[in-house]
């Protein structure tokens, strides 16, 4: 008799029983083939399965398993509406033992998404413990009635006021409770409250509606929320032990108003409200925080050190950096190393979005710790994976100061630069060549170098060395020409000085095979004996010896002595010929 009520109440209900299934799956997509395990459950061929869980939402329906595909149940068949129809699942850890409506309206099998939810059984159950009241008075009032239709408590009917109250017996009472619904019997308006009277004077929360709507936050601060005829706004009060409201603040409109004893209170709660208010007069658009930032250019794939930081998995990472800007924005890492745009309610990054000052802060890494940054975009310009996307950095980081060479005004840092030596551009600096005295300088591609030609006057206040010769830095006396000693010295020589050539060669017999003889000039020099001797030729056996000490002979022209180094037989001979100045 109580299942033959059953099926005419479900009737009464349109609602239809379906022939029972073994098991359901309504989360994750499944392979329509072969004998698998649902919900703990192993399928058996022939078993019925309830399937509302696929991707593509036409495939839900009752299915009959089979070690091959599986085939659609006879009374779930394509075409068929199942709005409305009870199925009950025998099997599963979590589903087991459970009834579920079809809810979706329509429901056409192969054309709509069949979602269900449950309606009594093992995934539905639910104790209650003492300490539920339910108090309808001598009203009229209902409670229950299945997830497809709505559910009415009607506490008041003209006949309250009548209460429907939570409480714990252990900690509180009905006049102590929890959870509170209250009507006030006069059709005129009802309260709620959360958290009651339990352990002080004021209620946790506390809501009215009807005539006037405000809502009370307990500790003794009050916020009204003004009702249309009134204004519309914001009141928040304070009161004192005696229940006077003695600071307060109201919000209406475009004004901002506020009152009692001390007004100047309501400063430190006010800050909050402020900085959002500045935040808003700036533009800036918070978003929520990131775990890293980009310094650089990178790949976006796999796992790789991002500003000191090895990622491993569920990091989010501000990339900014790109050579490509368009690939700009913010990733989220897989555990696999999958780089993917962030894709939340509070955050999206995916493509099309529009970010203009998108501003976050940045929480780990070397040089981007504790940093925030805002995107400069214009509005227009600004839509992720289109246009070209670009940050700056708005506040916090390391603190950067001026070192040598360098004057910081504010946040920019420039070189300093007090003459024409430089020339400052807008990317780069070079050193600056003058051309007012000539040129001496030229710029090459390793640098600053003395100039190839030098044109110009040019004065020099100390010796001047070129090659192996020193010039000297003093003016010499009139008549006297510069005049090198082939030793490297130059020096201011009286012009009418004059160089003789001797025109028979001294003749020198050398002593043997010995090394290094040395040999004086003899008086064949003459009246010139005592010139300076400032160059030779000499010839052994036909051939010129070269000079040097690392040659044949040496001459030392001070003294006119030459030092062989070659080896030579007894008594061959050698000929020199003397150029020598005049003393």
């Known amino acids: 008799m109580a299942i033959k009520n059953m099926f005419r109440v479900d009737r009464i209900k349109e609602l239809q029983h379906l022939i029972p299934v073994k098991a359901l799956e309504h989360a994750t997509n499944l392979t329509l083939s072969g004998l698998q395990t649902i919900d703990a459950y192993t399928l058996v061929d022939g078993d019925r399965i309830l399937v509302t869980g696929q991707t593509?939402?036409?495939?839900?329906?009752?299915?009959?398993?089979?070690?091959?595909?599986?085939?659609?149940?006879?009374?779930?068949?394509?075409?068929?509406?199942?709005?409305?129809?009870?199925?009950?699942?025998?099997?599963?850890?979590?589903?087991?033992?459970?009834?579920?409506?079809?809810?979706?309206?329509?429901?056409?099998?192969?054309?709509?998404?069949?979602?269900?939810?449950?309606?009594?059984?093992?995934?539905?159950?639910?104790?209650?413990?003492?300490?539920?009241?339910?108090?309808?008075?001598?009203?009229?009032?209902?409670?229950?009635?299945?997830?497809?239709?709505?559910?009415?408590?009607?506490?008041?009917?003209?006949?309250?006021?009548?209460?429907?109250?939570?409480?714990?017996s252990m900690t509180g009472s009905s006049a102590n409770p929890y959870l509170k619904f209250e009507s006030d019997g006069s059709n005129s308006c009802g309260y709620w409250e959360l958290g009651g009277e339990i352990y002080g004077s004021y209620c946790g929360i506390k809501g009215q509606s009807g005539n006037g709507s405000h809502m009370t936050i307990s500790n003794g601060y009050l916020i009204d929320f003004l009702t249309p005829g009134t204004g519309s706004g914001i009141m928040i009060s304070t009161s004192n032990n005696n229940g006077m409201f003695y600071n307060s603040l109201t919000v209406n409109g475009d004004n901002i108003s506020g009152g009692g004893r001390s007004p100047s209170n309501w400063i430190p709660h006010m800050q909050a409200v402020n900085n959002a208010i500045d935040d808003k007069l700036q533009g800036l658009k918070w978003d929520l925080p990131v775990d890293l930032k980009t310094t650089g250019n990178i790949t976006l794939a796999g796992h790789q050190t991002i500003d000191g930081v090895t990622t491993t998995g569920g990091e989010i990472v501000a990339v900014f950096d790109q050579t490509t800007a368009s690939e700009n924005g913010v990733y989220r890492i897989s555990a696999g190393g999958t780089?993917?745009?962030?894709?939340?309610?509070?955050?999206?990054?995916?493509?099309?979005?529009?970010?203009?000052?998108?501003?976050?802060?940045?929480?780990?890494?070397?040089?981007?710790?504790?940093?925030?940054?805002?995107?400069?975009?214009?509005?227009?310009?600004?839509?992720?994976?289109?246009?070209?996307?670009?940050?700056?950095?708005?506040?916090?980081?390391?603190?950067?100061?001026?070192?040598?060479?360098?004057?910081?005004?504010?946040?920019?840092?420039?070189?300093?630069?007090?003459?024409?030596?430089?020339?400052?551009?807008?990317?780069?600096?070079?050193?600056?060549?003058?051309?007012?005295?000539?040129?001496?300088?030229?710029?090459?591609?390793?640098?600053?170098?003395?100039?190839?030609?030098?044109?110009?006057?040019?004065?020099?206040?100390?010796?001047?060395?070129?090659?192996?010769?020193?010039?000297?830095?003093?003016?010499?006396?009139?008549?006297?020409?510069?005049?090198?000693?082939?030793?490297?010295?130059v020096a201011w020589t009286d012009a009418t000085s004059k160089v003789n050539l001797i025109a028979d060669p001294q003749v020198f017999t050398l002593a043997g095979t010995t090394n290094g003889e040395t040999l004086a000039p003899l008086s064949h020099l003459g009246t010139h004996a005592t010139d300076k001797v400032i160059h030779v030729q000499v010839y052994w056996e036909g051939g010129l010896l070269l000079e040097g000490a690392t040659n044949e002979y040496e001459l030392n022209k001070t003294t006119g002595v030459i030092t062989t180094h070659f080896t030579a037989d007894a008594n061959d001979t050698i000929q020199v010929f003397y150029a020598t100045q005049d003393a």
């Not at 950095?393 to 070189?415: E, F, P, R, Y």
């Not at 300088?441 to 020099?460: D, H, R, S």
Request: charged share 15%; proline share 1%.
């Open 339 to 489: 780089w993917a745009r962030r894709d939340t309610t509070q955050s999206d990054w995916t493509s099309g979005q529009a970010v203009a000052s998108r501003t976050f802060m940045v929480e780990d890494g070397t040089l981007n710790a504790d940093t925030q940054w805002t995107v400069t975009n214009n509005s227009g310009s600004d839509i992720i994976g289109t246009d070209d996307i670009f940050v700056v950095k708005v506040a916090g980081g390391t603190v950067v100061t001026a070192g040598i060479g360098l004057i910081q005004t504010s946040n920019t840092i420039n070189v300093a630069c007090t003459d024409a030596s430089l020339t400052l551009n807008a990317d780069d600096m070079n050193v600056a060549i003058g051309t007012t005295n000539g040129t001496s300088l030229e710029t090459t591609v390793t640098g600053v170098e003395l100039a190839n030609t030098i044109t110009g006057a040019k004065t020099f206040s100390d010796a001047l060395t070129i090659g192996a010769y020193t010039l000297p830095n003093t003016d010499g006396n009139a008549g006297e020409v510069l005049i090198t000693d082939g030793s490297g010295s």
């Open 56 to 168: 593509t939402s036409t495939e839900d329906g009752i299915y009959i398993a089979r070690t091959g595909a599986w085939e659609r149940a006879f009374d779930a068949a394509v075409g068929r509406d199942l709005h409305g129809s009870l199925i009950y699942i025998e099997n599963g850890t979590n589903n087991g033992q459970s009834t579920y409506a079809i809810s979706a309206n329509p429901a056409v099998v192969g054309t709509n998404d069949l979602t269900v939810q449950v309606q009594g059984g093992q995934a539905s159950a639910m104790g209650l413990n003492s300490g539920l009241h339910i108090d309808g008075g001598t009203g009229d009032g209902r409670l229950g009635g299945g997830l497809l239709e709505s559910v009415t408590i009607d506490m008041d009917n003209g006949t309250g006021p009548h209460d429907f109250m939570i409480y714990d």
